[in-house]
């Protein structure tokens, strides 16, 4: 597949989002977090502008919930306009029914694993998501150093996905650049979230094919089918 690029609006100008999420409009995706202050320790922004914002935006919104009880609250994201929802398998109390609530609101469905996180026991669930997400910072704050250890983990999940012959996306966040997005396509993800390497960049919309054309460059990602 091709790779895509999602870049956080965490990076951008919250007093102008409209504005901020149009300049990114040669993107796949503007990649959304949610933080609550209790799953991670930053509090962010809720549904109410996540649904402001796919009246507005360009590309469709990837939603990355990053609170507590997602079982409860991701199918309201889905319902406010998220084309991808992602919630954290640390925080669900059911990965299967939540997965299904959020595709049955008509969007697509994706797991987060923070680094400490083993993909090993969610590896039988593939055929229940859309997208594996692996955060390769700790979650709650933008600007952390990029944890290349997270590579193995990437591989592990795109071999998972070969086996099982499962249309899965394999998407990385955090710490991911110009230095760093080539690495994490040849361990075998997709889809990239990026923040200061296209909002910290003059022109966001030329950071953003300047990236899809190095991760396609390295020759990574899903094998062709």
């Known amino acids: 597949m091709a790779m895509q690029i999602s870049p956080s609006i965490l990076a951008a100008d919250f007093a102008n989002l409209e504005r901020e ?13 949610v933080m609550d202050g209790h799953f991670v320790p930053n509090l962010t922004l809720g549904l109410p502008v996540v649904q402001a914002l796919a009246e507005v935006s360009p590309v469709p919104l990837d939603v990355h919930l990053m609170i507590e009880d997602p079982d409860r609250w991701a199918a309201q994201y889905a319902d406010a306009g998220a084309r991808s929802v992602t919630f954290h398998v640390e925080a669900a109390a059911d990965v299967v029914a939540t997965a299904r609530s959020i595709r049955e609101a008509g969007a697509r469905a ?8 083993s993909f090993a026991g969610y590896a039988d669930m593939l055929a229940e998501v859309d997208m594996v997400l692996v955060m390769t910072v700790e979650p ?12 193995d983990k990437v591989t592990q999940v795109r071999e998972a996905v070969d086996r099982a012959g499962v249309p899965v996306w394999i998407q990385v966040d955090g710490g991911v650049s110009a230095d760093t997005i080539e690495t994490c396509a040849q361990a075998g993800a997709d889809v990239f979230v990026a923040g200061s390497a296209v909002y910290g960049q003059q022109d966001p919309a030329a950071a953003v094919e300047r990236l899809r054309s190095q991760a396609q460059a390295s020759g990574g990602g899903a094998p062709a089918r």
Do not use: C, E, N, Y
């Open 110 to 117: 994706a797991i987060a694993l923070k680094p400490d996180t």
């Open 21 to 33: 999420i149009g300049r990114i409009s040669s993107a796949d995706w503007a990649h959304v977090d």
């Open 140 to 151: 709650g704050f933008g600007g952390q150093s990029f944890m290349a250890d997270q590579m």
